[in-house]
């Protein structure tokens, strides 16, 4: 029987309740930043999306009445500059009882001529990010990994779907997802270096009561 609920975006403690000897934990880890776009002519060239957060859901965990426990809440990685990768997502934990490990980074655009790069591994259960090639057109390779607590946003690798006046690619929504790698947004490869973007951060819910 489930008694009470709560929602972790940031890392803290938890006091189990007294009279409570179960708690279902629901989280993601942080999703992998994206690669960044190679920034070199004339190759075009974008950078890989990040990979999605690994995801549980409703693990049920035995507990102590009056146990405080620690909740982490994994980072999400940062967007790789020009020419570099992304950075690996942060974990979740569940004190030890329960832990999400974070997507993987974006591969750079630097790695491939005339293609997207690789997208991340998505962490266990966390999808991949992927790679776009666009025939005669930028090439953005920077769809992100979606996870099972958040939606991918807009591709970044035209005007209508990036801040232009920060050439920077949109970021996804909800929680552990990847982030965007950076587009090569020229088609003749002049110019480069869109921006990539960070992963979401993680998150962890818990629910308890009585097992």
């Known amino acids: 029987m489930l008694v009470g609920r709560q929602r972790f ?31 070199i002519v004339p190759r075009i060239s974008g950078g890989g999306g990040g990979g999605a957060g690994e995801c549980h859901f409703r693990t049920v965990i035995l507990v102590t009445p009056l146990e405080v426990i620690s909740v982490t809440i994994g980072n999400g990685g940062l967007g790789g500059p ?39 591994f998505g962490g266990s259960s966390g999808q991949g990010g992927y790679s776009v090639t666009v025939s005669n057109g930028p090439l953005a390779g920077e769809i992100l990994g979606i996870g099972g607590f958040g939606g991918a946003g807009l591709f970044g690798s035209s005007p ?52």
Request: hydrophobic share 30%; charged share 10%; proline share 2%.
């Open 160 to 211: 209508l779907n990036r801040d232009v006046s920060a050439n920077q690619a949109l970021v996804g929504a909800g929680f552990g997802t990847g982030g965007h790698g950076g587009a090569q947004i020229d088609p003749g490869g002049l110019v480069g270096g869109g921006l990539s973007s960070d992963g979401t951060p993680g998150m962890c819910f818990l629910e308890w009561g009585i097992a």
């Open 9 to 39: 975006t940031s890392s803290g403690n938890f006091t189990v309740p007294a009279g409570v000897d179960a708690v279902w934990v629901s989280m993601c880890g942080g999703g992998g930043g994206g690669g960044g776009s190679d920034g």
């Open 82 to 120: 020009s020419g570099t990768i992304g950075t690996f997502g942060g974990t979740t934990s569940f004190g030890t009882y329960l832990s999400a490990i974070g997507g993987f980074f974006g591969r750079s655009g630097e790695t491939i001529d005339n293609g997207g790069a690789a997208g991340g």
